[in-house]
């Protein structure tokens, strides 16, 4: 498993807090499984289901991923969601002062010493290798089998084969399904990894120029788009809140809008109050997901 992280803050320096694991040990959580590459915990963030070994954390990036919420990230990520009623500035106040405490930084005692500044570690950069249909790539084809996709892929869906140079100038690959953006990016879903190789964008596929659909995920599209006759309407699906105002824009001209949106994801919280502000024609439509 491989922890992807493209979501910093440009604007905050981790260098200057303490390294994700000592975060953890000060907050109680201690690893069912280590080495030197990773280590592993259970439920560190709470749920009605204990999911064993769901949080990772690469020693190398000091980088996490928890497979029950589908994310991961650094250290600011990492408390953003730990504290969610925290400012940026109350976090970086809160890491400041625990990284300045002898006993968070280590899992045994040892004699009191200036901390050495870690040298950054440069993130991967993620490249397209080559895109292809799918069936050619067990992975990919397991993947979608197991998560109920495989029935409902249409030829927007390929196999999007990527990968980066690590700092020793080996090459590791990577492979998922993904969809292409309109700015030239793809959006990719693997089993433990969902982000965009390259820019980010919103997914417009046109079929009608009365109605449109509007779907904050492609996997919306996919399981909802029979039952919904979506193959009748131009089909705008967002993959990132952040494009919400951007899409309103865009869909203005056609005469039939219907928005299929689910209310309880992050980032959406007032997606209602900004439809109705902005185009009073949409019909807003709440989208019922399988558990």
């Keep these: 498993m491989t922890v992807h992280n493209n979501n910093l803050l440009g604007s905050t320096s981790i260098d200057n807090f303490l390294s994700i694991k000592s975060l953890l040990n000060h907050l109680g959580f201690r690893p069912i499984e280590t080495n030197e590459r990773e280590s592993f915990y259970s439920n560190i963030f709470l749920g009605s289901k204990f999911v064993p070994k769901s949080f990772r954390l690469d020693h190398t990036l000091d980088a996490w991923f928890d497979k029950s919420l589908g994310k991961g990230g650094n250290i600011i990520d990492f408390a953003r969601k730990y504290w969610p009623d925290l400012t940026l ?30 040298k950054p570690t440069k993130l991967p950069h993620y490249q397209v290798d080559r895109i292809r249909k799918l069936g050619l790539t067990d992975e990919i084809s397991d993947f979608l089998l197991e998560s109920g996709l495989w029935q409902f ?113 992050e980032g959406y919280n007032d997606t209602r109050i900004c439809v109705e502000e902005k185009l009073s024609n949409c019909k807003i439509i709440p989208l019922k997901i399988p558990k």
């Design 89 to 118: 500035s109350e976090i970086e106040e809160k890491l400041s002062a625990f990284s300045t405490l002898t006993e968070y930084h280590y899992m045994f005692p040892v004699k009191d010493k200036p901390r050495r500044k870690r």
């Design 153 to 265: 892929a249409d030829s927007n869906l390929v196999e999007v084969h990527y990968y980066f140079i690590d700092q020793k100038g080996k090459r590791r690959d990577f492979c998922a399904a993904g969809w292409p953006n309109e700015n030239g990016g793809w959006e990719v879903y693997a089993k433990n990894f969902k982000s965009c190789i390259g820019p980010k964008g919103m997914s417009i596929f046109h079929a009608s120029t009365r109605s449109i659909i509007i779907f904050q995920e492609f996997t919306d599209y996919l399981k909802n788009r029979d039952k919904l006759h979506a193959l009748y309407s131009s089909i705008l699906v967002l993959n990132s809140p952040n494009f919400l105002t951007a899409a309103l824009n865009r869909v203005r001209n056609f005469e039939e809008v219907t928005f299929y949106f689910d209310e309880k994801r």
